[in-house]
């Protein structure tokens, strides 16, 4: 035992020192920042169900003409077949808002609490329990 | 062809892609992925327990391994087919940093002291009928297994906080 | 009744969550949250190769030098560690979220099937583990549907995450 926790705490350590920049299922904390809310409007390029987390990429115009591709984080297969929300639900084209907390690394990806289609319809998703979906807003100017 | 490739090749398979798509299947693979450590990790977690003198002093080693080996197989071959499965799963997002090959590479170091260990005691009638206590070597395999086990373990569980997908 | 049970249950997760040491625990570095993982499954393995190796016994198989009753007295002090492990671990992972765990159908079932499997543990395996046992199929039968409850929980905790909301 004695050593098995030894051996743990120095690994812990070895991580600690490293930052910590790329996706990880049940950990929001890692990539996320729950001090940036973010909602954005674009068209569905791409949608990968996949487990243990699925992603939805569509592209953003922004105001200078340009398309921007983002990348949202949501949910496994089974809890968004849960929420109704399946392959034909986001076809590539769809129009869609989805709100989020965006990614640390300041790139363009996200975490995604719900997704809105064109014709109003919401779909409240997110996979990770430690995701700030149920607290309180927070508070950013 | 690369190791990239190979996992790519596995993610773009039927089976891969099955698994990766799949309600149940998935969820299923990786929890008994990790609920049959109870027989394989734990199981040699005991045993060089065993060798280390921590636990069942009185238990020769070659009796306990006997009477242990058939459920330490089933453990590992469930955790290991989990395992593979798990690969054709997630595909080459497992590469995208050094955690996983990591992983793969503490399981082939403590892959070999076990063989070492079987090849050198495996048919020693001290261990298998005597009380001897482990000899020295012995006590050495039972520390590299406890640790090199340990950080796989470890490893496998950083996997999701380094798996690089953006 | 129900209904207003169902709200007080809500209210409970919600002031937990808003509580001064959720806040702390959400708001700790990741190392934290990574070092509690790894505590949970150190408790999970200690809790189930050492039960295990006691249900198996009692089967009439594994360990069979020792009696289940030694193995089982063994098997304590183990079992008692990784609880300790797995409840800490576990409340660190969900008090800062506790709102969110509440209406999960996995943790919601962890919740029944965890005190269900500690009753069992501490209300039976010693007692199925003595010599004198008389019924000893009645003994078997119960050591297996122990293991498989521990199992059941671990099931529904990995559950939790593909169910998540």
Not at chain 2, 4 to 13: G, I, K, N, R, T
Not at chain 2, 27 to 42: C, D, K, N, R, T
Not at chain 3, 62 to 70: E, F, M, P
Not at chain 3, 148 to 158: D, H, P, S
């Amino acid at each position: 035992m004695p050593y098995n926790k030894l051996l743990q705490l120095a690994l812990v350590g070895i991580v600690s020192s490293f930052s910590i920049n790329s996706s990880a299922h049940h950990a929001f904390s890692a990539e996320f920042d729950a001090n940036q809310p973010i909602e954005l409007k674009g068209v569905v390029s791409k949608l990968e169900l996949v487990n243990p987390h699925s992603w939805l990429y569509f592209d953003v115009s922004t105001e200078n003409g340009e398309k921007a591709t983002w990348g949202f984080e949501f949910g496994s297969p089974f809890s968004l077949k849960q929420k109704g929300l399946t392959k034909s639900t986001l076809p590539i084209g769809t129009e869609v808002t989805v709100k989020g907390y965006r990614a640390k690394n300041g790139l363009n990806f996200g975490y995604a609490v719900s997704v809105t289609l064109a014709d109003g319809k919401s779909f409240v998703t997110g996979g990770a329990p430690d995701a700030p979906a149920a607290q309180p807003a927070p508070s950013t100017p | 062809m690369n190791l990239h490739d190979l996992f790519q090749a596995m993610y773009e398979s039927c089976l891969g892609t099955a698994l990766a798509e799949s309600l149940y299947v998935y969820p299923l693979v990786e929890g008994i992925h990790l609920l049959s450590l109870a027989f394989s990790f734990g199981l040699i977690v005991l045993v060089d327990f065993r060798l280390l003198g921590i636990a069942l002093p009185s238990l020769p080693v070659g009796e306990m391994l006997k009477q242990l080996r058939p459920w330490m197989i089933g453990g590992f071959t469930a955790t290991f087919v989990t395992g593979i499965l798990l690969m054709f799963a997630l595909g080459p997002k497992l590469l995208a940093t050094f955690i996983f090959p990591l992983k793969l590479l503490v399981i082939l170091l403590a892959a070999l002291n076990a063989i070492w260990f079987e090849w050198k005691f495996g048919r020693d009638q001290d261990y298998l009928t005597g009380r001897k206590d482990p000899v020295v070597s012995a006590k050495i395999a039972g520390a590299i297994s406890l640790a090199s086990w340990s950080t796989v373990v470890v490893l496998g569980r950083l996997i999701p906080y380094f798996d690089g997908s953006f | 009744m129900a209904v207003s049970d169902r709200m007080t249950t809500i209210d409970l997760f919600k002031a937990v969550q808003g509580s001064d040491i959720a806040i702390a625990f959400g708001n700790a570095p990741l190392v934290f949250g990574i070092a509690a993982q790894l505590f949970h499954i150190s408790g999970i393995v200690l809790i189930l190769t050492p039960t295990l190796l006691v249900a198996l016994r009692i089967a009439g198989t594994g360990l069979v030098d020792y009696s289940a009753a030694q193995l089982e007295r063994k098997s304590r002090v183990y079992v008692a560690t990784g609880l300790l492990f797995v409840v800490f671990s576990g409340l660190f992972m969900l008090i800062p979220s506790a709102t969110l765990y509440q209406p999960n159908p996995a943790f919601q079932l962890k919740l029944i099937l965890l005190p269900v499997a500690l009753a069992f543990h501490y209300g039976f395996l010693a007692r199925i583990a003595k010599e004198e046992f008389s019924q000893k199929w009645l003994a078997k039968i119960i050591a297996l549907f122990m293991a498989l409850l521990w199992f059941a929980v671990g099931m529904a905790g990995r559950a939790i995450g593909f169910l998540a909301a």
